[in-house]
Structure formats: structure tokens, C-alpha cells
């Protein structure tokens, strides 16, 4: 009884804030969406993105039919509210810059039970806009399950401001925020042991680049093309 309660008022909390999602986004952007169709109706499915606004996870929730399990920053489970929120949302929590096994399995086990699972291979929110080498997590899970990934492309949202973004929609000059989602590919390679992941992680961000325009490609655009480009992950001690 009580999980079957859980899992009700989880699903109203999903439900009501993604529904929320899209009513401020379309209040105050031009948003717009492509590709979203490339999302497998069906089966486990690792969603990996550039990173620019803390809006970002509730926004690629927004622009999916399928219910999507976003990995986010230990810190914001600990904070009051929000934390409580985030549990039913049905985000899980991760340790930022470390090798946390924990997260990784729990990714593993939303995709072994044919979830999808959102996860943004840099870590951390671009301060500039551009991409920055990659951690290998996302890679890893996506190995370990054998799950589909499907790379997605945000633009516009680094531009949004409080009060600015506010002021602009009185001005009636929406920001602009686009959405793109390119094609599922598979990780062919034959584990997940370091030397794979790395070359996955680096496959993971091309694909990620070639979905954004040039300004914001960074440390994947045409400069490094021929290396393999990725952030070493620091070791638990």
C-alpha cells in the first residue's frame, strides 16, 4: 500500500512539474524542439547533454512523451524542500567530481528496469557556454547496461536572468531556447574498463557537438578533432 502510494504521488509530482516546466518556459521563451521523436518509445535510454542553467533537467523532461530520471548534484537533495522534492521527482543524487559508484549504480538500475535516465557528461554547468572535456560516468552506465544514447543539443538557456529574463518578456523580446535531440546510437565497444570509456566519453560529445552551433562546441569543435579529449575522473579514496 504505501509503495503503490509513493509511486501516485510521485508520478502527480512528475506530472505537475513538468507540466509547470512548460507553461514558464513558452510564458517567457521562444522554445522550440527537434528531433524529440529520436527518443525510443520503449526500453532503457541514456540521455546525455551540454549543461548551461539549472533549468535544464526539468526542460529536457519537458520536451519528452517518456518519463526521463535526471542524475543531479548531491547538494540539492540536501537542501530543504527542494530535497524532498527531488526523491518522488524521481532524480537521483551524485557526488561531483568523484568516482561514485553509488550514482553509477543507480543509473544502472533505472535502465535495467527500462527507464530513462538523463545524465550531463561534464559534470557541472558550463559558465561559458561551451563544452568542456567530459567525465566518463555517462559512458560507463551507458556501456554496463547495453542501453541506447541519445545525445541532445541546449541552446538559450545560459541566457536566462532573474529579474533580467522577466524584463525581456515585458519588452515582449523572449529569450530563446531550442531543444535538439539527435539520432540513438550504441556504444560498441567491449567494456566498460578505462580506455573504453574514455573513447566512448569523447564519442558521446562529438555526437553532443555536432548538434550545437560552432560557438558552442569548445574543447570537441574542429580544433581537437583526431584527439581523444576527456576529464580524468578523481578515484574514491
Not at 513558452?26 to 551540454?50: D, K, M, Q
Not at 530520471?69 to 540539492?76: F, G, I, S, W
Not at 527507464?115 to 558550463?126: A, D, I, K, Q, Y
Request: net charge positive; aromatic share 10%; charged share 20%.
Amino acid at each position: 500500500m504505501k509503495s503503490l502510494l509513493y509511486r501516485l504521488v510521485s508520478g502527480w509530482i512528475y506530472g505537475f512539474l513538468t507540466g509547470l516546466t512548460r507553461v514558464v518556459v513558452y510564458t517567457f521563451a521562444r522554445w522550440t524542439v527537434e528531433g524529440a521523436e529520436h527518443i525510443p518509445t520503449t526500453g532503457p535510454v541514456v540521455l546525455v547533454s551540454n549543461h548551461l542553467h539549472l533549468l535544464d533537467p526539468p526542460l529536457l523532461a519537458a520536451c519528452s512523451k517518456r518519463r526521463v530520471h535526471p542524475m543531479a548534484k548531491r547538494e540539492l537533495f540536501e537542501t530543504p524542500l527542494v530535497g524532498w522534492v527531488l526523491w518522488p521527482y524521481g532524480a537521483f543524487p551524485v557526488r561531483r567530481f568523484s568516482a561514485d559508484m553509488g550514482a553509477l549504480r543507480a543509473a544502472r538500475g533505472y535502465l535495467r528496469n527500462g527507464h530513462v535516465v538523463l545524465m550531463f557528461p561534464e559534470g557541472t554547468r558550463s559558465k561559458d557556454a561551451r563544452l568542456h572535456p567530459a567525465l566518463p560516468g555517462a559512458a560507463m552506465v551507458a556501456l554496463l547496461a547495453d542501453a541506447p544514447v541519445v545525445p541532445v543539443a541546449i541552446t538559450g538557456t545560459e541566457s536566462i536572468r532573474v529579474p533580467g529574463t522577466l524584463f525581456r518578456w515585458m519588452r515582449r523580446d523572449r529569450l530563446r531556447v531550442h531543444v535538439r535531440f539527435g539520432e540513438p546510437f550504441h556504444l560498441e565497444f567491449e567494456s566498460a574498463e578505462a580506455r573504453h570509456a574514455e573513447r566512448a566519453t569523447d564519442l558521446i560529445m562529438r555526437r553532443i557537438a555536432a548538434l550545437l552551433p560552432d560557438e558552442y562546441r569548445g574543447a570537441y569543435g574542429p580544433e581537437s578533432e583526431g584527439q581523444i579529449v576527456f576529464a580524468r575522473q578523481p578515484q574514491d579514496a
